[in-house]
């Protein structure tokens, strides 16, 4: 009897949580594939109206989040390149959709922009590079800035698109996801890769974000999302592959037809383009200005205040939350416009029924982000963050280390399902967590130690034949000794 209580006892202390589980060991770092999916334009909430069965199906296997910040301004090259960096766009440089010079006047629409270097290649450097430096290999289908060379490094597997490319054809889109998932992720082994697609913008500025064509490229951008992680599942990339979904901006109504009054600079009392060496006007709700020298204070008088719902600063007094002050491509006069109005030059030249490009904070320009994988939760849904923490996520899930960014890996980390570098707060959560386990094992063995003094109790008294003990308090006691020795 006494060796099978000996063995119960041990029994007991070895199941108990703090000696039989090492505590604070950290997480086995295994790195995992990631994918990086932007389809440019897509609103937070462009998935309200429509049925979108796939990306309800990957809110389910991974992280949604409720929506997130886009920096400031919202439009294209300027985004991207924030998620490419995790730098404020005042910050990495990429300040405009469009190159252009202010001495000779040129000016280079998107898709030329694309190949100019030194427009991408200005003290940031991209994620491919970083990583590729670092000895992983990246690959960039289409994502804006994948053509440039930055400090003499190109993405190792690159491709843009050519110059007169339909963004909108879905077999297309699936020609796309077969080459990053079946050449570059699996034959040529890909850690990441950043992948483009050029709707709902398209769709959404010809027709408007609450046409009925968008809703249905909403549906062509859900299909694809199924084919997506389909084929991450026929190459058998499923449980090492982590894909994040988002996009650069939003989308809002431009608002026309007389029932506004339309923003045009020329007929701003006071203003005149004879005062103005370089403009860049007409480009959706923002616009640039370099006046004259010595005109500075004449143009901005004229223009501030001109429109109700017009915005003039001057450069160096832009509102610190747009991040769009410090760099020396931001004009002298910074211009945008509220949400749903344009700013114009001579006259309307724009015709789109949907715009982005606005404040930051407006709802309308936020986009959305899921994220599916190894490495993330499932189920969950969490609150806003901006875009600028998306860098350090990546870093943070290839291992690599990053580059000086605005961002910090704290904002997303409770995506994670485990934490593999914690937190201070992380390590607290952790620290209670053994605190507890320890706690339970103490319990346990406490409960064993009277249990050992019990019966050693209850067998000392037997065996000294003690009559003066109540029966039913010894039979309890024999039935307790019976009950635990036959476990
Ligand atoms: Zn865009």
Known sequence: ?????????????????????????????????????????????????????????????????????PPFITITSPAHFTLLTGRYIENHGVIHNMWFNTTTQEKK???????????????????????????????????????????????????????????????AWHEKVDKVMGSWFSEQDLDFVSLYFG?????GHKYGPDSPQRREMVKQVDRTVGYIRQAAQKHGLTDRLNIIITADHGMTTVLRNGLVKEIIISKIPGFSFKDIKFQLLDYGPIGMLLPKEGMLEKVYNALKGAHPNLHVYKKEDMPSYLHYSNHPRILPIVL???????????????????????????????????????????????????????YPLMCHLLGITPEVNDGSVDATRHLLASFKDSSPAERSEQGAVSRALIGLGAVAGFLALVFVVAVSHSTYK??????????????????????????
Not at 128 to 154: C, D, M, N, V
Not at 160 to 169: G, L
Not at 199 to 203: A, G, I, Q, Y
């Open 336 to 390: 945008f416009a509220d949400p749903g109005f344009v700013i114009n030059g001579l006259f309307p030249v724009q015709f789109n029924k949907g715009e982005h490009g606005f404040d930051n904070q407006a709802m309308d320009m936020k986009p959305f982000f899921r994220a599916v994988g190894p490495d993330f939760h499932r189920n969950l849904v969490v609150g806003p963050f901006e875009t600028v923490h998306v």
């Open 462 to 487: 037997r065996r000294r034949g003690n009559r003066s003990c109540e029966g039913g308090v010894d039979t309890e006691e024999k039935d307790g000794i019976s009950t635990q020795t036959s476990f």
């Open 109 to 171: 629409q998107y898709y030329m922009t694309q190949f100019v270097d030194e427009w991408w290649d200005n003290g940031s450097l991209p994620i491919w590079i970083t990583a590729q430096r670092q000895g992983l290999k990246a690959g960039s289908l289409h994502f804006p800035g994948t053509a440039s060379l930055y400090q003499g490094e190109k993405v190792q597997v690159g491709e843009m698109e050519p110059i007169f490319y339909n963004h909108s054809n879905e077999t």
């Open 199 to 203: 709707e709902p913008d398209s769709t």
């Open 1 to 69: 009897m006494p060796a099978m209580l000996l063995a119960f006892c041990v029994c007991l202390l070895l199941a108990s949580p703090s000696l039989g589980v090492p505590l604070g060991e950290p997480h086995k770092r295994v790195r995992n594939k990631l994918l990086l999916v932007s389809f440019d334009g897509f609103r937070w909430d462009y998935d309200r109206d429509v049925d979108t069965p796939n990306l309800d199906i990957m809110a389910q296997d991974g992280v949604r989040a409720t929506y997130v910040t």
